[in-house]
Every structure is written in C-alpha cells, then in structure tokens.
C-alpha cells in the first residue's frame, strides 16, 4: 500500500507540474540561440487599418517616427503622443524600406505588383516628391542606408531560391545607380557599420547575413565579403546597426531581433510579446534613436485588414 500511495503520489505531482508548464511555441528559438541574453519589447501601440504588412520606420528630427503601411501604398506617422495620421500615399507603389538623407529628405524604397519598383524622395510631410530610381530600372529596391557622404546604398530584392537575380547597388548623389554585390537571392535588410567601412547584407530566401569590408564604396575589399551567419527558419529582412557597430537582424515570421557583434557573432535578442502563440511574427524592421537607445519596432500578424502593432525596447 505504501508503494503504491507513493508512485500515486509521484504522479499526481508530475500531472501537476505538466500543468503549469507554458504551451509549446510554434516558434520555438533554436537550441544555439536559446540562451543568448534576451529583452521582451512592450509598451505596444496598435495602428488600426493595416492592410498586411509595416515597414521601414525612421526617426525624425523632433523623435516623430515616419513607417509604411506596405500594401496600403501609405507612408503613416507615430508622433510622440502616439497618435497615428497619415502622410501620404504612393499610388501604385508599396512601400518598405525608408531612410532620412543627410538634406532632411526621406528616401522610400517600393515595390509595385509588376515585380519592379522605385526609389522616391520626399519632404517629411510627402510633399516634394523627387524620382530618384525610377521604375524603368527594372531593380525592386527594398531597403536603404546612407553613407557620410551623401551616397546610400540599396538592396535589389529580386529572384529566389535557384535563380538569384537580386543583389546591392550603390547610388552616388545625383548619379545612376552602380551594382556592389550581384547574384543574391532576395536581398533584404542592408546597414552600414558607423565608419562606413563595412556592409551588412540579408538574403531573405537563403538565410544568409553577409559581412561585406570594403575597398571603396562599389568595391569589397580582397578576402573582405564573407558569409557571417546562416539563420534557422524564416527569415532575414530588414536590419539596423547601433552607435556599438552591432547590427540588429529582424526575422520575419519569428517575432524577433537577432543582435550580432561587430564582427557577426550572436550576442543577444529581441523577442515580441505573445509570438509563441504565433501573434506578431510579421516583424519586418526597426528604428534606432541614436542619442537615447530608444529602439521602435513594427510588426504586425500578417493577416488582411488587421491591426499593425508598434512595440518599444532599448539598446541592451
């Protein structure tokens, strides 16, 4: 009786533990990433009307924060009350990846439904509006970064697996865009180290983190280009990288930001509230506030007609 008071006992008390045990993720963090040091963003913003998809967000001057709604063909604004209005909208254009240029003009990289897309600088109210790569390029940029100089770079998210058509060009003020890196499939999420001398690359379809040294600005340097990370499951887009030089990978579909040192190497984690039960995982990009740490994330379900979310998290 004893015996079996006790292994009754014992399994009572392994039913009970089962019991308060979280349900498993759907996105579970790969075994070599689990014990990286990690922050849970908070303080969300919902931004109602979404069409899919947020992207790009940038810092202004006064800590407004400019982002697109994607497939809405609209350029949206956070202002530090955290009222949403609207900016403006890029007819047959949707778009992604947004940059503020060193004359106070915001650049926006968009696609269209061609399969092609443009490059188009504008005031920060959307007035002005300047065609700086246009359609007729044939390229689909997607994510931009400035360089010191006033040149920025692009990433040219076209092809896919077994037909890697995509790559990175490099447009000098008021001249045509010059190719860096060719033959990538679905480059996504490009930023630049703060001396300007090396090149962070994404390869949405391969999982790849490309650390590119360079010579000069279309050139990598000899034994410069290497690949620094292969990821585990969906999947890079865009990227950031601090005043520390460490770079700040979105992955879409995961709910998370992956840090990496200067040099590559894993070193911490972002993760979104309630991605486990597979809320949030269409995080696409981040914004930076360089003088406060202040880090602004977008994200939303990717589901039609669902709300986008902003969540808020600071450099670690």
């Known amino acids: 009786m004893a015996r079996r008071a006790l292994a009754t006992a014992l399994l009572l008390a392994c039913a009970a533990g089962a019991a308060t045990q979280p349900p498993y993720s759907i996105v579970p963090i790969p075994p070599a990433e689990k014990a990286l040091p990690t922050t849970i963003a908070d303080r969300p913003i919902v931004v109602p009307g979404v ?91 997607n994510d931009i970064v400035f360089v010191a100089r006033g040149g920025f770079y692009f990433t040219d998210a076209r092809g896919s697996i077994g037909e890697a058509t995509g790559g990175v060009w490099y447009v000098a003020p008021g001249s045509a865009p010059v190719p860096v890196v060719r033959h990538l ?83 911490a984690q972002i993760v979104l509230p309630d991605r486990d039960a597979g809320q949030n995982l269409h995080l696409t990009s981040l914004a930076i506030q360089p003088a406060t740490g202040e880090i602004e994330i977008v994200s939303s379900d990717g589901a039609e007609e669902n709300a986008g979310m902003i969540f808020r998290a600071h450099v670690p």
Request: net charge positive; aromatic share 8%.
């Open 185 to 267: 499939a679905v480059a996504n999420g490009i930023a630049l180290s703060p001396d300007g001398k090396r090149l962070w690359i994404g390869e949405f379809a391969l999982g790849r983190l490309y650390r590119i040294d360079l010579k000069d600005a279309t050139t990598p340097a000899p034994f410069g280009a290497v690949t620094a990370y292969h990821f585990t499951g969906p999947a890079p887009y865009s990227m950031r990288v601090d005043t520390q030089g460490r770079v700040y990978v979105c992955l879409y579909g995961q709910g998370r930001i992956l840090i990496f040192s200067p040099t590559g190497l894993p070193v």
């Open 51 to 141: 069409t899919m998809d947020l992207e790009g967000p940038v810092f202004l001057p006064n800590g407004d924060l400019l982002f697109p709604d994607v497939q809405g063909g609209r350029v949206l604004r956070l202002d530090r009350r955290g009222r949403v209005t609207p900016v403006v909208k890029l007819p047959g254009l949707m778009p992604g990846g947004m940059a503020l240029g060193p004359d106070g003009r915001v650049f926006v990289a968009a696609a269209n439904d061609k399969g092609g897309g443009a490059i188009v600088a504008m005031a920060i109210d959307g007035t002005q509006q300047t065609m700086i790569v246009a359609e007729s390029a044939g390229l689909t940029p």
